[in-house]
């Protein structure tokens, strides 16, 4: 299948909203900066960087995926050796720090700096999730070409619904398909309808998945 084109419409409005996020954030930012302090100062082996980075792939390009820290230094340490990626490991609430556990996974407020992603043009607000490069060989493999094919983005149906209602990639394809069918306004329109989505997941605090 070709490229799936991002029409300029599409990248204003990862603009305009990405940055609009980051001003309005920035409170947010500055609490999280706060409880990361309060964290370390009370517990040695959550001490260590506010910021980390996983390789991922948006449109067939590998790219640095900015994340606040939720693992602990231990943990972060042993997935970089064992080449493995975040989401296994944040499975096992014993491999997240305090501010990790009680701050950002609940509120998915670790994903924020992910909104510096999107200003780059790394990934888009709406797309399917971006997915470490090892993973994607794999759905590959299996004739899934669509994450080589479309930016990746912030949220997405898969990631809103949490897989209900069909599988991760059975959502992401119709999403794929609806990017290809759409014109750039109509293209606006449906993400903002999923931006609304995903803005009442985070306020009941269930947070995103996939």
Sequence with gaps: MEPVPRPPS?????L????????VLSPVVV?????????ALL?????????????RISSGRTFGLLKFRTLRR??????????????LYEADLANLTWVGRRVLKPWYLDEIPQLL????????LVGPRPWPPGMVERQV???????????????GPAQVTKGAGGSYADLDLAYVERSRDLTGWAL????????????????RGEGLSY
């Design 10 to 14: 599409k990248r204003v409005l990862d």
């Design 16 to 23: 305009v909203v990405a940055g609009a996020l980051l001003v």
């Design 31 to 39: 609490v999280v900066f706060l409880a990361f302090a309060f964290d």
């Design 43 to 55: 517990v040695p082996r959550d001490r260590g960087g506010i910021l980390y980075h996983e390789p």
């Design 74 to 87: 231990d943990v972060l340490d042993e997935m970089r050796r064992a080449g493995g990626h975040a989401r």
């Design 117 to 124: 992603n999107v200003l780059r043009g790394d990934i888009s």
């Design 141 to 155: 493999a299996k004739g899934l070409r669509y994450r080589n094919e479309i930016a990746a983005g912030l949220t």
């Design 188 to 203: 606006v329109r449906y993400d903002l309808r999923i931006l609304r989505s995903t803005i009442a997941v985070i306020a």
